[in-house]
C-alpha cells in the first residue's frame, strides 16, 4: 500500500488460541524483545503506537509482579476481556520504509464458543475475518496441558486444545492464502511454558521430542488441512520460554463449569532465583517474522517497480513519438508535448523510488538473514 508521500506495507498476524494459553503476555513480549533484539544485532527498529505500549506495559507489569511473589501460578492472572489490536512498526533506521503489522488480541473463550451471545458472536465473526486474513498465523499451545494433563483426563485434552475450532479457522485462512499465492502464507505453532521440558531452559530433563510428538499427535488433523488447502505454506514449530524462570511445581486438574469435561488444569510454578525473564525462543520468533514481512514487502515492492516501468517505458515514447511535422508542431504549440514530457519525467521517478525501495528492503532483508536460527526452530512441512 501506498500513501501520498511514502511506501507503507501493512500486513496482518493471527494469534489463534483458546484462553489462558497467554496470548497477551505472548504480544508484551514480542515487542521487548523484538526491540531488545534489533536494537542490538541489526540496523532495523520496532516500535509501536501509545495505546499498544499501554496495552503492553500493563500485562509486563502484571507478569513481572506475579514472579516477585516467587509462585506464580498463570491461572490467577485475567483473561482478555474485549479484542483489542497491537500495532507495532518494523523500520529501518534512516530509512522511509515503515512496515507495519498489526495483532488482534481477543477473549481466548470466543474461539472455543463462537462469542458466547448474539454480541459477542458479530465480534468474533470480525475476528475470523481478521484471522483468515493475516499474512501469519502464530499458534500458541500449551506445554502443561501437553504434557502434564495425564491419563485420567487424556480424552479431554482435544477439547481444552480447541483442536476443532482452531482447524476451522485454518481452514478458511488456507483457502484465503490459496487464492493469494503471491502474499505470506506462515502457520507457527509454538508451545509456551516449556522452561520445564527443555534442557536449555535449565531443566534437568530434556522432553523435546515428546513435546514436538505430543504436538504433532494433537494437531495431525490442523497440520494436514494447511497442506491441502494451502500447500504452499510455510509451517514452522518452535517452543517458546515464556519466563524463561519458573519450574512447574504441580499441575491439577480442578473443578471449572464453563471449561470441558467440567474442569480446567491449574499450573503452579516456583520462581528460579533471582527470578529474572529469560525467554529462549522468543528471538527466533521475532526474526522468523521480520524476515517474512520484510521479504513479502520486497516482492510486492518489486511488483509495483515491474509495473512502474512499463508505465515509463509507454510514458516515454508516447512523449517522444513522432506525428507528422504539422502534427508535431502543433503539439508544441498548444503545450500538449511538454505535458507529456512532464508525466514520462513523473512516471519515471516513481519507478526509480520504487526500484530504490525494492533494494533497500533487499539490504534489509540481507542484514535480518545474517542472524543464524536457533536449534528450536523447526519446521513441520
Given amino acids: 500500500m501506498t500513501d501520498a508521500h511514502r511506501p507503507v506495507f501493512e500486513y496482518k498476524i493471527g494469534l489463534l488460541a483458546p484462553s489462558r494459553v497467554g496470548k497477551s503476555t505472548l504480544i508484551a513480549s514480542l515487542l521487548k524483545e523484538g526491540q531488545q533484539l534489533l536494537n542490538r544485532e541489526t540496523s532495523v527498529q520496532l516500535t509501536a503506537d501509545r495505546p499498544t505500549l499501554n496495552r503492553i506495559n500493563a500485562t509486563h507489569n502484571m507478569v513481572t509482579g506475579a514472579l516477585k511473589a516467587r509462585v506464580f501460578e498463570p491461572g490467577l492472572v485475567p483473561s482478555t476481556p474485549d479484542p483489542s489490536y497491537f500495532r507495532l512498526l518494523l523500520e529501518p533506521r534512516g530509512q522511509d520504509l515503515p512496515i507495519r503489522f498489526d495483532i488482534l488480541d481477543y477473549p481466548g473463550a470466543w474461539l472455543e464458543k463462537g462469542g458466547n451471545s448474539d454480541q459477542n458472536e458479530q465480534k468474533w465473526n470480525e475476528c475470523e475475518t481478521f484471522l483468515s486474513d493475516s499474512s501469519v498465523l502464530i499458534v500458541p499451545v500449551d506445554s502443561v496441558l501437553l504434557m502434564d494433563a495425564g491419563d485420567t483426563h487424556a480424552h479431554l ?23 493469494r499465492p503471491g ?83 491449574m499450573p503452579k510454578y516456583r520462581v528460579r532465583p533471582p527470578g529474572t525473564i529469560t525467554r529462549k ?15 513479502a514487502a520486497r516482492l510486492q515492492s518489486q511488483r509495483t517497480a515491474a509495473v512502474r516501468r512499463v508505465t515509463a517505458e509507454f510514458s516515454r515514447r508516447h512523449a517522444e513519438a513522432q506525428e507528422g511535422f504539422f502534427r508535431d508542431l502543433w503539439l508544441k504549440v498548444n503545450g500538449e508535448r511538454r505535458r507529456r514530457i512532464e508525466a514520462a519525467d513523473g512516471d519515471e521517478a516513481r519507478y526509480r523510488d520504487a526500484e530504490q525501495t525494492t533494494r533497500s528492503l533487499f539490504d534489509v532483508l540481507a542484514t535480518l538473514a545474517e542472524r543464524a536460527n536457533g536449534a528450536r526452530l523447526q519446521h513441520l512441512s
Fill in 157 to 179: 485434552l482435544t477439547a481444552h486444545l480447541a483442536v476443532s475450532q482452531i482447524e476451522q479457522v485454518v481452514q478458511r485462512w488456507a483457502k484465503n492464502r490459496r487464492e
Fill in 281 to 295: 525462543g522468543l528471538d527466533d520468533l521475532v526474526s522468523l517474522l521480520c524476515r517474512q514481512l520484510v521479504e
Fill in 183 to 265: 502474499e505470506p502464507a506462515m502457520v507457527i505453532f509454538c508451545p509456551v511454558k516449556c522452561e520445564t521440558y527443555l534442557s536449555d531452559s535449565g531443566s534437568l530433563q530434556d522432553h523435546s521430542a515428546q513435546l514436538r510428538q505430543q504436538l504433532c499427535d494433537q494437531f495431525s488433523e490442523v497440520l494436514e488441512t494447511i497442506r491441502e488447502a494451502a500447500p504452499h505454506a510455510s509451517v514452522r514449530y518452535l517452543p517458546i520460554d515464556t519466563f524463561g524462570c519458573v519450574e512447574l511445581v504441580s499441575a491439577r486438574w480442578t473443578p471449572h463449569a464453563d471449561s470441558p469435561g467440567g474442569v480446567m488444569l
